[in-house]
């Protein structure tokens, strides 16, 4: 089956609000086996909303609506979709108790606006909001679905794990989808290209490769479709399989596991400590690898060595080092990763020193020049990476390459 999101609101299209709820929306469908077609974003307009819709209806079997479900004048979802399907608005007994007892439970009084989120269109099936006083809302017609849920994104996830998920699923039958994302680092969307293009030529029909780059990362997303969770599943394994034969280096993970994730994985497992002395990324490394939750089991912290007075009397990087060589060189970067690593009395450390942009770079050094270090107790490997001129991507690029730089140290020294 075929599906359309509808997210209406003049918050999103303003860009007020991210849309974040569409792409949520897309992962869940998907897991039922439910292909989307089309993302809109609409208008808190009467015509913009119908037009949309007769739009929607004409390729997609399933039509999922977000916004405008709220008490107050500017939300006419409701009335919108009361004319749409030529019905009326009553109120609805089992919605009014609960939104009674949330108001009795909080100690607010019920105004005659809450009291009209209980009327609904005397058409619809009624989908229960546990963590609002908007209901959604399920038409049907001519064999099409059509469901409206509320914007706020805590009560319209709840509303399609808990009813309509399990709902679709009835309508669905067999239809399966499968993803899985293959996470690289360390080369180019086209050079990768290159090694793989005869593993991608021969994959099988019912499988569909795309390329999705970032800075410094490249995933590889697998799509398999067809009738069978499981058939499809290990059809996709094998794929992997081959795929892991060709490029073992460049692989380091999939799906959604972060770079700071699956390091701290493997320091908590191996008992390590980890510090991080940082000039260009200005501290970006460790607010990544903090993000982790338990981080502090195996982080120490930090020091950011903007300015070469901060790495000579900090890191107690050397005065000569910087003078001869200056704050951007190899010779800097290791100092700070084995200065940083003893003076706070880690196993491992990270270090960088860059020209991060769009100012500050010469024909010697231009921007992008960026140089990382790794320590350990008995080694200290520094790499030099040129990057772009945009400042934000290259703090983003040294922090994945960083991070990969270490997560080959951990597994190299295990």
Same mark, same amino acid.
């Given at each position: ?16 609000v ?92 019920l ?11 005397e ?12 209901p ?49 680092? *360390? %080369?180019?969307?086209?050079? =990768? $290209?290159? +090694? !793989? /293009?005869?593993?991608?030529?021969? &994959?099988? #029909? ?19 479709? *067809? %009738?069978?969770?499981?058939? =499809? $599943?290990? +059809? !996709? /394994?094998?794929?992997?399989?081959? &795929?892991? #034969? ?10 959604s ?108 050094k ?30 983003e ?6 991070l990969?730089m ?9």
């Amino acid at each position: 089956m075929k599906a359309t999101i509808i997210n209406i609101g003049d918050e999103l299209l303003i860009g007020q609000v991210i849309n974040s709820n569409a792409s949520w929306i897309a992962q869940q469908l998907n897991t039922i086996g439910i292909d989307v077609l089309r993302i809109n974003i609409v208008s808190d307009k009467a015509d913009d909303i119908f037009n949309v819709l007769d739009e929607a209806k004409i390729k997609a079997d399933i039509i999922l609506m977000t916004g405008g479900l709220g008490p107050t004048n500017d939300d006419i979802t409701k009335e919108t979709l009361c004319k749409y399907f030529n019905t009326c608005l009553v109120l609805n007994e089992s919605v009014i108790h609960e939104i009674s007892e949330i108001f009795k439970k909080r100690g607010l009084t019920l105004t005659e606006k809450n009291r009209k989120q209980a009327e609904v269109p005397e058409s619809c099936t009624v989908i229960p909001n546990k963590q609002g006083t908007a209901p959604g809302m399920w038409f049907e017609q001519n064999e099409k679905i059509f469901i409206s849920m509320p914007g706020v994104p805590y009560e319209m996830k709840a509303m399609i794990s808990d009813f309509i998920i399990p709902m679709l699923k009835e309508k669905t039958g067999k239809d399966a989808i499968v993803h899985k994302t293959i996470l690289t680092q *360390g %080369i180019g969307e086209s050079f =990768l $290209s290159d +090694i !793989i /293009e005869d593993w991608e030529n021969n &994959l099988p #029909k019912d499988v569909n490769l795309a390329y999705l780059p970032s800075p410094g990362l490249v995933r590889l997303r697998l799509t398999a479709k *067809g %009738i069978d969770y499981d058939v =499809l $599943s290990n +059809i !996709i /394994e094998n794929e992997i399989t081959k &795929l892991k #034969k060709l490029i073992p280096e460049y692989i380091y993970g999939f799906d959604s596991e972060a770079l700071e994730l699956i390091i701290g994985k493997l320091l908590t497992e191996r008992g390590k400590t980890l510090v991080t002395a940082e000039s260009c990324t200005g501290g970006y490394i460790a607010h990544c690898i903090t993000k982790v939750p338990g981080s502090s089991v195996y982080f120490k912290g930090s020091i950011i060595a903007y300015s070469n007075e901060v790495k000579e009397n900090l890191l107690n990087v050397k005065h000569e080092t910087l003078v001869e060589h200056g704050a951007v060189s190899e010779e800097t970067v290791k100092e700070m990763a084995k200065n940083i690593r003893l003076k706070l009395n880690a196993n491992f450390s990270i270090a960088v020193s860059g020209i991060a942009g769009p100012d500050g770079g010469t024909p010697e050094k231009p921007v992008g020049l960026v140089y990382i270090a790794v320590a350990s107790k008995d080694s200290v490997l520094v790499e030099k990476f040129q990057f772009w001129n945009n400042r934000l991507a290259n703090i983003e690029r040294a922090t994945v390459n960083a991070l990969n730089m270490l997560r080959k140290e951990i597994i190299k020294k295990a």
